[in-house]
Each structure stands twice: as C-alpha cells, then as structure tokens.
C-alpha cells in the first residue's frame, strides 16, 4: 500500500519496458503513483499515462532547468492541463543553480508565476530546489507560499532549513538518497522531521536507493527508503508505510 508521491514514468529511461513495468507495481505494493511532468512535453505524456492506468495521477508544471524560453500561452498551457481529471499539483517548479543555465532571473520569473497559478487553481505544488535554499525561502515567504501548500521533493538540505519549511506548512519528499553511507546531512533532517510530515518518493528513474544505487531507479525500491526512514525513526516498517500514504492523500488533498 506504498503511495509514490514522485516519478517520471514518462522518461526515455522506461520506453522498453514502461507497460510491464507500470503493470507490476500493485504486486510490488505500489498502489498510488503521482507522475511528475518537467517540460511541456512530460506535460503531455502525464496526462497520458493519467488515463491509461487507474493508479497514476499527475503534476503538470515546468522544472526550473526547463524555464529557458517560456512563454504566457505555455503557462495557458499548463493551467489548461492542470484542470483534467487527476491532475493533482502544479509541479515540478523552483529554482536550480547547480547548473548555470538557465538565468537565475528567469528562473525565477517562473517560479513565481507558477506558484501563483497553483494558488489560483488552487493546487498544491511540487517544488524542485537544488543549491538555492536562500533564494527558495525567499521566494516562497514573499509569495506567502503557507496559503498555497505542497511538498519540498528530494529533499537534500539541513534539518534547521527543513523547519522553516514546516513552519510554512510543507511536507517533505524524502527518496533514495537517505539510504546512501555518505548522507549524514540528510539522515540528520529525517530524525527531526515529524513522520507525519514526510512522504515517500523516489524520483525515478533517478537517484535509485541502496542497494541498487547507480541503477535505473523505479517506486519498485520505495520499501528500501520505507525501512531506512523506519530504522532513523525507531518505528516500524508497517508505520512509515501508513503514515506516509496518510500524509500523501492529505498533500495532494484527495480525501
Ligand atoms: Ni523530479
């Protein structure tokens, strides 16, 4: 009964094997599965794979890396595509500076007018930082982002930042990384973060969990990241399960 709360089934990653693979997941205990867009393109495919499968939902938004380019009638676009059936969030969105394109200006152009699309659509969203904890948190308390809600996804800084982001309301994606040795940071925010707060992600087919790190990643690996938050917890296996699926339907407010 593990809910997935971020994927990209759509990836070139999975073009052999996406049937087979989707169709195995209610045997692995994947029951729910939100499917994440990043361009206008995965925008599309989402809204396909939405119909094809009982169990997948979807996020429609444009990933910061993506931004380069955009246009008022693509944000039609997306706020045409967030009103079909399923669509759950406006995501994924944000800021990243890892790489130095595209500008951080434009970056941020998006963000905002993304973040105030969920807002009037009244969605949650699904939001990508990487190397921009300063710049997102500003951001996200000028937009008063609190009267928005959604979750931080892949989340991979500090246990004090991960407080600010709970003060304003955010759940917290944790995925494949906390199984990794190095990821001390990281193990340290799960500890403080309440479990009712966080829910399970693997952002496939990337970042897959010990120990298939390295490979194409899939939600088949969430119970890896279920029983390494479980150990961090002190708490059972069975727990995290539940609790997570809880706080993903409240997240993406399908009671
Ligand atoms: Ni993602």
Redesign the pocket.
Known sequence: MIFET?A?FDDDAFKEDRDALLSSMEEGGITTIVN?SSDKKSIEDTLALTRKYPFVYGAVGIHPCDTEGLTEADLAYIRNASRQDKILAIG?IGLDYYWDEPDRAIQKKWFEAQMELAREEKLPVVI?SRDAAKDTVDMMKALRAEDIGGVV??YSYSKELAKTFLDMGFYIGVGGVVTFKNARKLKEAVEYIPLDRIVLET?SPYLAPEPNRGKRNSSLNLPYVAQQIADLKGTSYEEVVMVTRKNAETLYRMG
């Open positions: 971020h990209h994440i994924e990508h996804h892949c952002d």
